[in-house]
C-alpha cells in the first residue's frame, strides 16, 4: 500500500535539513561525475587531434577541457584568425592571449611531431600526458581513481598500437 502524498510532503518539511543534505550529496555526485567525463573526453580528444591541426572544432574541446580555455577567448580567437572555421596560429602561439598562449605552446610541440615519420606512438602519449599534466588534473577532480583507470586503458591502447608500427598519424586516423 502506497504512503499518501501528504505524509510525504510532511515528511521533507519536518525533516528538511536531512533533505538538503541528501539533495546536495547527490548534486555534487553528479557534478563530479560530470567533470570526469568531460576530462576523459578531453583527453581522448587531445590524443586523436593531435596529428591534424586544422581541426579546430576538436580542438576547442582539447583546450577547453584540459586547459580550461573559455568558451568566450575561444570564439573571438576562433573568429580572429578566419571566421567560424578558423584555427588558431599554430606557429605563433604569441600572438593569442593567455591561457590561449600557454596552452598552445604547450601542444605545438606535439602538432609538429604528429606528422614526423617514426615517433613512437607509446612515447607520443606519454609525453603528451605529462606535457598537459593530465595525470595531476585527474586526480584532482577524480580521487577514486575512474578516470585513471580510462587514461591507463588509452595508453595501453597507444603502446599496443605503438608495437604494431602504428605513429600518432596513423592511430588518429584508425580514430
Same mark, same amino acid.
Given at each position: 500500500m502506497a504512503l499518501p502524498l501528504v505524509y510525504n510532503l510532511e515528511s521533507v518539511r519536518a525533516r528538511w535539513r536531512t533533505t538538503i543534505v541528501a539533495i546536495l550529496g547527490i548534486a555534487g555526485t553528479v557534478g563530479v561525475f560530470v567533470a570526469m567525463l568531460a576530462l576523459a573526453k578531453g583527453f581522448q580528444a587531445a590524443l586523436m587531434t593531435s596529428g591534424d591541426p586544422d581541426n579546430a572544432f576538436e580542438w576547442v574541446g582539447v583546450l577547453?577541457? #584540459?586547459f580550461g580555455v573559455s568558451d568566450a577567448l575561444l570564439a573571438v580567437e576562433r573568429k580572429r584568425e578566419g571566421g567560424a572555421q578558423g584555427g588558431f596560429n599554430w606557429a605563433d602561439p604569441e600572438v593569442h592571449p593567455e591561457p590561449l598562449r600557454g596552452a598552445l605552446a604547450v601542444l605545438r610541440p606535439f602538432i609538429l611531431k604528429a606528422q614526423d615519420e617514426g615517433v613512437s606512438l607509446e612515447r607520443f602519449c606519454a609525453e603528451l600526458v605529462k606535457a598537459?599534466?593530465?595525470?595531476e588534473? #585527474?586526480?584532482?577532480?577524480?580521487?577514486s581513481g575512474g578516470v585513471a583507470g580510462e587514461l591507463e586503458r588509452l595508453l595501453a591502447q597507444a603502446a599496443e598500437r605503438g608495437w604494431e608500427g602504428a605513429g600518432p598519424r596513423d592511430w588518429w586516423r584508425d580514430r
Open positions: 577547453r577541457e #584540459i598537459t599534466r593530465l595525470e588534473k #585527474i586526480r584532482l577532480v577524480d580521487p
